[in-house]
């Protein structure tokens, strides 16, 4: 048995306690505090509610995969064996990346009838990581994990029956490790090389001191990453692990290995299946970087295993330009036109990928198409940089730029195919500005398997699904966007009392689509459209409310300003058969998450939608409804900073008027007790509820879950902030609650976990911030969950959660003494 000593700290004016604790499961009587603890049933009770299955439609739309999840994973599969190396984990017997949530099922969903079929020659025990589908919808492939590896696994539709394709065991660490090549009939795998050498075990005895050197240079901008190389010893085991052999899988299992085994981060073959492009890894590595920054070669070969060219040699981006939108300079983001046979397209920085410099073209967009014998083609230039292109056929292709720093975006039609075609401006917008976001181009699966833009059969227009933001909430619509008059055509928009949007939209005229359609107290289940018929839609699925007990939870829709005339959303829950006129008001769990803005009226617009499902969740507030507190979730927080002025220069007097405007609405709603409201967060959110308790007394408790709260120690930019610690030391220092830990009044829980994979958040900043406080004679507790990530996965470690946030509210909050200095 897997023994796991979960750590708390507590801190009661001046007092320390330490616990150390042993697994629940050894533990002889009701020990207070020892090992994993159990919340209230209510809420153990979210934790075991039956997670719907995920729906994954087939490229032909007429079946879809429908893969059943079980219960979350226990606190012995998230402590498997793990290597931390240069940003990855690698679970090391599987050689993939650490992967927790499996699907143990699945079926398959006729579209036209509704109808499911089960699945024959499965396993008993499934854990099934990646799906995909064939080209033609006949085939679907998807790996499984097994004790020593990851195996390959095809299902053949028509039959409803699986198989183990291959006995070779796939290496998954940077990438599902298969995918569909030449149409439905092969695979392009990665795999684990034949006879490798075992790697030598690590010596005991230290061969030297790990020493790192700058030689000067510019200023760089690299942010604080977790799990970075150490060693020499560091460097080799990562080869090892990434040692990969491609190889080709035909549908009868049959395998060939092509080329020799490569350090491979990357592996994409052209839509024809006759050439793919690798990116393997080159020495020296760096200790600072990940993975994805080291210097890079990139190579095109045929299926046959030969090199056919060096596509390009990247040196380590380990000194870029300052800012968001800078990136470095030469060819990079290599891939396919999914349109063509073999064309290859990249993007290449000018100006030295610095946004500082004053230049009219900050990228570049270029294609050469195979053999690669004539020069390659400039397809576009851009005032700012890339974003991302959509490929249609020659006479379409949209491409979106974007600028960061003033929140600018647009997108543009080019004509790849088309000699001294211009591009035409199709959207512009303010990114931050959703109501008037056009949303997202429809795409289909061409013969190839790849995505490719679906237009009307003229070829003259494109269709659009979005969320449809508005004053009134998310409106989602499918609409036809005009290529010639650039105008917009609705087709159809969700309606009250439903929360509906597209998933898939079926024919080229898109009268026939499939939504996904909830309200309040249903949950989402998949429908049938057919506008041109006029007929009703009708339902493809029908799953249960996973937890009946919440139906009945009041949900609405907020609408306030703060004190200088912002306007703010939140939404609000009430417990279910809760009066406010009858019961009074209620203690209150508040959970924000702070966003920056360029403007105050995109700061203002209305975010969600009063008629989505009631999705009462572990890892937000909600479950605090079961033991009757009024939530109030996503209560908007905008910093803004307007033309050159930068949001976090006055972050604490925004935060301050956006807190004090949600407690006032909900006091004057009569459903909060002033006295009884909490506030809480995740992750920039417990930030903010650090924050918010060393600067206000607003609030009678805070939970802060895996948080940064001293910004000396991310000195090279947050979130959005691009300023470095020395061009902004007042802003840094200000923003740091750290500083601030003389001036907690009211109680703070930390729960942080132990292997914090995000950067920035290292589990030390929790650890600190509570030694802080509890230096100082304030009231604090720590928790610190092992084996967790900054997500946490276990289901021992989230039913703790729950039991740490209900024991400190009914505390600190729901049964709080009378406070005379809040008074």
């Known amino acids: 048995m897997i023994r796991i000593k979960p750590k708390f700290l507590l801190a009661t004016t001046a007092t320390t306690v330490w616990l150390a604790f042993t697994s629940a499961t050894a533990l002889a009587g009701n020990v207070p505090e020892s090992g994993y603890q159990l919340p209230p049933a209510e809420l153990q009770a979210v934790v075991d509610a039956p997670r719907g299955p995920i729906f994954r439609l087939g490229p032909q739309r007429k079946t879809a995969l429908l893969l059943t999840l079980p219960g979350l994973p226990g606190i012995a599969d998230v402590s498997q064996p793990e290597i931390r190396l240069a940003g990855l984990r690698i679970n090391p017997r599987t050689r993939a990346t650490s992967h927790f949530d499996f699907g143990n099922g699945m079926s398959l969903l006729d579209i036209a009838t509704g109808k499911a079929r089960e699945i024959t020659g499965l396993p008993a025990r499934l854990k099934i990581a990646e799906t995909a589908w064939s080209p033609d919808e006949q085939w679907l492939a998807f790996s499984m994990w097994v004790d020593n590896g990851v195996e390959l696994w095809l299902l053949d539709v028509k039959k409803a029956s699986a198989r183990r394709l291959m006995a070779d065991k796939l290496n998954a660490i940077t990438g599902p490790g298969f995918s569909w090549i030449e149409g439905s009939e092969k695979l392009l795998v990665r795999l684990v090389p034949l006879r490798q050498k075992e790697l030598p075990p690590a010596s005991v005895t230290p061969t030297g001191p790990n020493m790192q050197e700058s030689k000067g240079g510019k200023t760089m901008q690299v942010r604080t990453y977790p799990d970075m190389l150490r060693t020499a010893r560091d460097s080799d085991v990562l080869d090892w692990h990434l040692q990969t052999q491609l190889g080709i899988v035909n549908l009868r299992g049959e395998v060939r290995r092509i080329g020799h085994p490569m350090t491979l981060t990357r592996s994409l073959a052209s839509p024809d299946g006759k050439l793919i492009l690798t990116t393997q890894i080159r020495r020296p590595y760096s200790t600072i970087l990940p993975v994805d920054r080291f210097a890079q070669l990139i190579e095109l070969w045929d299926n046959q295993g030969k090199k056919v060219k060096t596509v390009a040699e990247r040196p380590m981006r380990e000194r870029l330009p300052t800012g968001s939108d800078a990136v470095q300079a030469g060819p990079r983001d290599f891939g396919w036109r999914a349109d063509k046979p073999a064309t290859l397209y990249w993007l290449e920085a000018q100006a030295g990928g610095d946004p500082e410099v004053n230049s009219k073209v900050h990228d570049a967009l270029f294609q050469q198409a195979a053999p690669f014998d004539a020069p390659a083609q400039k397809l576009m230039?851009?005032?700012?940089?890339?974003?991302?292109?959509?490929?249609?056929?020659?006479?379409?292709?949209?491409?979106?730029?974007?600028?960061?720093?003033?929140?600018?975006?647009?997108?543009?039609?080019?004509?790849?195919?088309?000699?001294?075609?211009?591009?035409?401006?199709?959207?512009?917008?303010?990114?931050?500005?959703?109501?008037?976001?056009?949303?997202?181009?429809?795409?289909?699966?061409?013969?190839?398997?790849?995505?490719?833009?679906?237009?009307?059969?003229?070829?003259?227009?494109?269709?659009?699904?979005?969320?449809?933001?508005?004053?009134?909430?998310?409106?989602?619509?499918?609409?036809?966007?005009?290529?010639?008059?650039?105008?917009?055509?609705?087709?159809?928009?969700?309606?009250?009392?439903?929360?509906?949007?597209?998933?898939?939209?079926?024919?080229?005229?898109?009268?026939?689509?499939?939504?996904?359609?909830?309200?309040?107290?249903?949950?989402p289940n998949f429908y049938l459209h057919d506008i041109s018929a006029s007929a009703p839609s009708r339902a493809l699925t029908q799953f249960p409310h996973p937890m009946p007990q919440f139906k009945g939870v009041k949900k609405q829709q907020l609408r306030y300003e703060r004190e200088d005339g912002v306007d703010l959303t939140a939404t609000l829950y009430l417990?279910?058969?809760?009066?406010?006129?009858?019961?009074?008001?209620?203690?209150?769990?508040?959970?924000?998450?702070?966003?920056?803005?360029?403007?105050?009226?995109?700061?203002?617009?209305?975010?969600?939608?009063?008629?989505?499902?009631?999705?009462?969740?572990?890892?937000?507030?909600?479950?605090?409804?079961?033991?009757?507190?009024?939530?109030?979730?996503?209560?908007?927080?905008?910093?803004?900073?307007?033309?050159?002025?930068?949001?976090?220069?006055?972050?604490?007097?925004?935060?301050?008027?956006?807190?004090?405007?949600?407690?006032?609405?909900?006091?004057?709603?009569?459903?909060?007790?002033?006295?009884?409201?909490?506030?809480?967060?995740?992750?920039?959110?417990?930030?903010?509820?650090?924050?918010?308790?060393?600067?206000?007394?607003?609030?009678?408790?805070?939970?802060?879950?895996?948080?940064?709260?001293?910004?000396?120690?991310?000195?090279?930019?947050?979130?959005?902030?691009?300023?470095n610690y020395w061009k902004a030391n007042k802003v840094y220092q200000d923003m740091s609650p750290f500083n601030f830990a003389n001036q907690f009044k009211d109680p703070i829980l930390f729960i942080h976990g132990e292997q914090d994979s995000n950067p920035g958040t290292f589990p030390m900043q929790s650890e600190r911030m509570y030694q802080a406080i509890q230096g100082l004679g304030g009231v604090a507790r720590l928790a610190m969950l092992p084996n967790e990530s900054h997500s946490y996965r276990a289901r021992e470690s989230i039913l703790h959660m729950l039991w740490e946030q209900d024991r400190w509210l009914e505390t600190h909050v729901k049964n709080a003494k009378p406070d005379p200095s809040r008074e």
């Open 575 to 723: 417990p279910p058969g809760y009066d406010p006129k009858r019961d009074g008001p209620r203690p209150m769990l508040m959970w924000a998450y702070p966003r920056e803005f360029k403007s105050a009226e995109a700061a203002g617009q209305t975010v969600g939608s009063p008629y989505k499902f009631n999705r009462i969740s572990y890892n937000g507030p909600h479950a605090m409804l079961a033991r009757g507190y009024a939530v109030l979730d996503a209560p908007t927080m905008p910093i803004i900073g307007e033309g050159k002025k930068e949001p976090n220069d006055t972050y604490l007097e925004q935060l301050k008027m956006d807190a004090e405007a949600a407690v006032e609405e909900v006091v004057r709603l009569g459903v909060a007790d002033r006295n009884r409201i909490a506030i809480g967060g995740h992750s920039y959110g417990a930030f903010m509820t650090a924050n918010l308790l060393a600067h206000t007394r607003l609030f009678r408790a805070g939970i802060a879950r895996s948080g940064a709260y001293n910004r000396s120690l991310t000195p090279f930019g947050f979130q959005s902030e691009d300023r």
């Open 381 to 523: 230039e851009m005032g700012w940089r890339f974003g991302n292109v959509q490929w249609g056929s020659d006479n379409l292709a949209l491409v979106t730029e974007n600028w960061v720093k003033t929140k600018d975006t647009r997108t543009w039609r080019i004509q790849p195919g088309v000699a001294d075609s211009k591009p035409e401006l199709l959207f512009s917008r303010k990114s931050e500005d959703q109501y008037n976001n056009p949303g997202q181009p429809v795409t289909m699966y061409n013969a190839q398997g790849r995505l490719v833009l679906r237009t009307s059969p003229d070829g003259k227009a494109i269709f659009l699904t979005g969320n449809g933001a508005s004053p009134e909430g998310d409106r989602p619509f499918l609409d036809k966007f005009d290529l010639v008059s650039k105008q917009a055509n609705r087709l159809w928009r969700s309606q009250a009392p439903y929360y509906e949007e597209v998933v898939a939209v079926l024919n080229d005229k898109a009268s026939c689509f499939v939504t996904s359609r909830e309200s309040n107290e249903e949950r």
